[in-house]
Every structure is written in C-alpha cells, then in structure tokens.
C-alpha cells in the first residue's frame, strides 16, 4: 500500500494505492491520526484502491467519527469492487462517497 498526502489549508486529501486489508490498515490509521492536526476536511482519494477489508473499514470508521467533531469526510475515486463492498456492509449509507 502507498500513501500521499496532499494538504491545502485546512483540508487533507490522502490518497490510498494498492490494497487495505489487516497488513496494512494500522499504517493507514497512523497516518490519518499523524496527519489530522487542524484539518476540518478530510478526503481519502481511492482511485487506486484495488482492495478494502473489514480492517480497512474499521478504519474508515474511526476516521469519520474522529471528523465528525471537526467537520467533515468524504471518499472519493471509488471503484465497483470497493463501492460493492460498501454497500454490503451498509457503509454506503455512513460515508459521504462522491
């Protein structure tokens, strides 16, 4: 898994390559949690997700709430397997997917 970030004010874009599963998840949320000091929005670009477990969900999870008390988070680049995924575990209706 590869991340970028691309920070433009208050608003963090992180950008998530390859697959997010129980390997790489705890990178993932060490990262947001690194990264999250004065960001009111925060982006996850999946344009080249390929994969995304319930480890990578939890971590979605966590993200959101932590967001929730400092303003907002969306998902974006969403493929069909990912998407898919998504809407099976009802996550479709928690995230903001654009």
Same mark, same amino acid.
């Not at 303003?71 to 575990?89: D, L």
């Given at each position: 898994?590869t991340?970028?970030k691309t920070?433009?004010g @208050?608003s963090?874009?992180? +950008? ?8 790489? @998840?705890?990178e993932?949320e060490a990262?947001? @949690?690194e990264?999250?000091e004065?960001v009111?929005?925060?982006t ?10 319930? +480890? ?6 966590s ?14 680049g969403?493929? *069909? ?5 998504? *809407?099976?575990?009802?996550? @479709? ?6």
């Amino acid at each position: 898994m590869t991340l970028n970030k691309t920070l433009n004010g @208050s608003s963090l874009t992180i +950008a998530v390559e390859g697959r997010l599963d129980t390997v790489t @998840s705890p990178e993932l949320e060490a990262f947001v @949690s690194e990264n999250l000091e004065g960001v009111t929005e925060l982006t996850f670009d999946f344009t080249n997700l390929e994969y995304i477990s319930s +480890a990578g969900l939890r971590v979605l999870l966590s993200s959101q709430k932590k967001m929730n008390t400092k303003g907002k988070m969306k998902v974006t680049g969403v493929n *069909e397997t990912v998407n898919e995924i998504f *809407e099976v575990t009802g996550f @479709s209706d928690i995230l903001t997917i654009e």
